[in-house]
């Protein structure tokens, strides 16, 4: 019997912004990060905030539970075994609901205060699903070799795919979900997302950052062993763009009279 005194439950609103964030033993990072991730959106855009946790082996998990009765726009993810960042950027666009994503590092190294200025000028062009905003840390707060072996390898993979991007390493980026959902999958894609969107037809966009010190936890990668990978990668990345051109599709004007 369909009574007609029963209210109604309105839908839950589709948030406008979705945070992905991609964690492997950080759970002295979590609620720190998760508050200034808040802080910075609260009164200002709906959004949820989409941790994904790559096989923790600490007390990550347990606390990304805990958090969630402090944070509702929370929400947490998990892999039983650890895939990598890429895997788990993707699990949090996959499982994200917001048409828009920004992604940052788990370590706190990104600023989440910089996430309104990288939304504005995503917003700001004409067709914001063409185009990757990504953050630019000018003044970065790490070691002499991991500055080094950066610059270096950013100028060879500039050299190579042409992504005109100055810190493609930068975790910080805004993009449509839309527009990664149709990117390639394969590992460390995540340090290729300008090259991959501009192989789509989009634009990238470069805004500086701060980049701050790591003030808990440490690192889960060695400058070696992100030399290697990487030139690896470059190679696979520099024959997708060669060899995996995306046609752009029109509809041509009807001959109808």
């Known amino acids: 019997m369909n009574s007609t005194n029963s209210p109604e439950i309105p839908e839950p609103a589709t948030p406008a912004l979705a945070v992905v964030v991609p964690v492997k033993n950080e759970t002295e990072n979590l609620k720190p990060l998760i508050s200034e991730i808040a802080q910075s959106l609260r009164g200002h855009e709906t959004f949820e905030i989409v941790y994904v ?16 009765s402090g944070f509702p726009e929370l929400k947490v993810f998990r892999h039983k075994i650890c895939c990598g960042q890429s895997a788990a950027v993707a699990s949090g666009v996959r499982m994200a609901t917001a048409p828009v994503i920004a992604t940052l590092d788990g370590d706190g190294q990104n600023d989440p205060a ?3 200025a990288l939304l504005a000028r995503f917003r700001d062009e004409t067709d914001p699903d063409k185009i990757l905003v990504a953050g630019h840390r ?10 080094f072996s950066s610059r270096f390898a950013n100028a060879i993979r500039r ?27 394969f590992d460390h ?34 400058t070696l062993d992100r030399l290697w990978v990487g030139i690896a990668d470059l190679m ?13 599709v029109e509809r041509p004007e009807s001959d109808d009279k």
């Open 159 to 185: 050299a190579i795919l042409k992504d005109d991007t100055p810190d493609t390493g930068c975790g910080l980026k805004v993009f449509s979900r839309d527009a990664f959902l149709a990117m390639p999958r």
């Open 236 to 248: 696979g990345v520099s024959w997708l763009i060669r060899r995996g051109s995306v046609p752009v």
């Open 53 to 68: 946790d790559d096989g923790s082996d600490d007390d990550t998990p347990t606390r990304l539970v805990e958090l969630k």
């Open 114 to 116: 910089d996430i309104p």
């Open 138 to 147: 000018t003044n970065r707060k790490d070691t002499w070799i991991k500055r």
């Open 189 to 222: 894609m995540h340090r290729y997302l300008p090259a991959l969107m501009i192989r789509s037809g989009g634009q990238v966009v470069s805004v500086p950052v701060n980049h701050r010190h790591r003030e808990r936890g440490t690192s889960k990668y060695g």
